[in-house]
């Protein structure tokens, strides 16, 4: 999630093409308890797996046990049966002496072209201990390994510390010593859960572009580069040769490469939308055919990405948008056989939330989606420090109730709640 729009034009027409020929993806033998993928569907232990989640990237930062008990109760409680999470946050430096007074998580400290592990109980112990716990309450993860945005120290620290300033967001894809130290802390992450249960799979970044949010794109990432195609393949790859049961996936918005996308007018101009033209990096059809992406993932904030065309009057509408682009992915999923996750979304106002979150879960429902995780769970009567620990970026926890950037909502807000906790029980239903 990044609440942060680029292009804002007006949608005129939407039509699919190129699409890839239908193929069955079978079944791998898996241990028991691990969620794998048959034709085309969620599988544990013989049965069909489809589930409402969560996204919840400040669980690891909780100082306390008893507040991670608690949020993973909250989450079972509501039917939630899979959590993602994030597996980095790394820090520069600089900020390391306030790391350590405030408490603030961290796994890798940046001061040099080497990242240094922190393997202790404010570092990956925490992660250890959120693993864990999701285990008791019967829930799994999806870790994430890096960040394409700044926030909690993603792929912009690599790039910073050793490329240095004047490089460009896709040398992180590109370059060989950043590979390198990137696949050095996945495989330290990998071999950390390799045998859990716990873990639902492994996602190689969060919502990879050619560009990030404080360094522009490079000329060599641009449609039909296959810059990002290329990564996904090579790190899905490294990931499947660490670790042969887990499910590995992009963490990607999910845009696509299409031949003819959408056109768009902005003050009487036509250009082409990003989602669906290459511009941002992903080709989310040849992506998921990749041998090693096991699922397809996709998010949707269509009142943040497109806010010009969201006003009274305008043809345009959040939820209009938003089925479109589910059914655009559906679609696709289904031509290649892979399970599809609606793994983020969000819009602001309680309203708002109530009637088009309605929508758009029925939809995911009726239209075959197996997971549908909303942008954000929020969880209240948390203990820490008194209820007013500034995590980070303005995230705090606020007289106990989780970090809310907007889209979060709560379990005293039973009109948005009850959505998920009905979806959850229709889920379950399709998991026998
Ligand atoms: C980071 O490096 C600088 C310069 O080498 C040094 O002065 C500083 O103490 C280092 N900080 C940490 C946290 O290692
Ligand atoms: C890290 O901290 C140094 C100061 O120690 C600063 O110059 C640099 O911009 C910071 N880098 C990032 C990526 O935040
Ligand atoms: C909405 O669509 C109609 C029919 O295509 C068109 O005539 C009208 O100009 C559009 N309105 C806006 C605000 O774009
Ligand atoms: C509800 O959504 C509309 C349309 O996107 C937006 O203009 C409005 O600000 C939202 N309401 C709140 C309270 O966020
Ligand atoms: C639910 O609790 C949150 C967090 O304390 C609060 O911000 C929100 O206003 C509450 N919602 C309602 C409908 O009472």
């Known amino acids: 999630m990044r609440l942060c729009a680029f292009i804002s034009l007006l949608c005129l027409s939407s039509f699919v093409s190129g699409r890839n020929a239908p193929h069955s993806e079978r079944k791998r033998a898996v241990p028991e308890g691990f969620v794998t993928t048959n034709h085309g569907q969620f599988e544990l232990d013989g049965k069909p797996f489809n589930f409402v989640g969560a996204n919840s990237y400040w ?93 909690y120290g993603g792929s912009d620290l690599y790039i910073n510390w050793m490329l240095g300033s004047g490089a460009t967001h896709d040398e992180f894809f590109t370059n060989e010593n950043i590979i390198s130290a990137y696949q050095s802390y996945v495989k330290t992450i990998v071999n950390r859960y390799k045998t859990s249960p716990s873990i639902f799979a492994w996602e190689l970044m969060n919502e990879a572009r050619c560009l990030s949010d404080t360094i522009p794109a490079g000329p060599n990432c641009v449609p039909g580069s296959e810059t990002l195609n290329t990564w996904y393949s090579r790190q899905s790859d490294f990931v499947r040769s660490l670790d042969p049961f887990h499910m590995i996936t992009t963490g990607g918005e999910g845009q696509f490469f299409w031949e003819n996308p959408p056109i768009l007018w902005s003050n009487g101009v036509a250009s082409t939308d990003y989602n669906f033209n290459g511009q941002a990096g992903e080709d989310f059809d040849k992506t998921l055919s990749l041998p090693n992406i096991d699922f397809g993932v996709y998010h949707m904030y269509p009142q943040t990405w497109y806010p010009q065309l969201d006003f009274p009057g305008s043809n345009f509408t959040v939820q209009g948008w938003g089925l479109g682009w589910m059914q655009d992915h559906i679609q696709a999923a289904k031509a290649i056989g892979k399970p599809l996750v609606l793994e983020e979304f969000g819009i602001s106002g309680l309203k708002n939330k109530s009637t088009v979150y309605k929508e758009w879960v029925d939809f995911a429902l009726e239209s075959g989606h197996a997971g549908v995780m909303p942008w954000q769970f929020g969880q209240l009567g948390l203990t820490e420090d008194g209820g007013n620990r500034l995590i980070k970026y303005a995230d705090m926890i606020l007289n106990g109730a989780s970090p809310n950037d907007g889209n979060t909502f709560y379990a005293n807000e039973t009109s948005i709640d009850d959505i998920f906790i009905n979806a959850a029980k229709v889920m379950a239903q399709r998991s026998q």
């Open 59 to 151: 669980l690891p930062l909780l100082t306390t046990s008893d507040d991670v008990e608690k949020t993973f109760l909250g989450m079972r409680d509501q039917g939630v049966k899979v959590v993602r999470t994030w597996g980095f946050n790394a820090i520069n430096g600089s900020e390391l002496a306030g790391a350590l007074e405030s408490g603030l998580t961290y796994y890798q400290v940046w001061n040099s072209t080497k990242f240094v592990l922190n393997e202790d109980s404010q570092g990956l112990q925490r992660l250890d201990n959120v693993v864990s716990t999701a285990g008791k309450y019967g829930i799994k993860m999806i870790v994430t390994f890096t960040n394409n945005w700044i926030g």
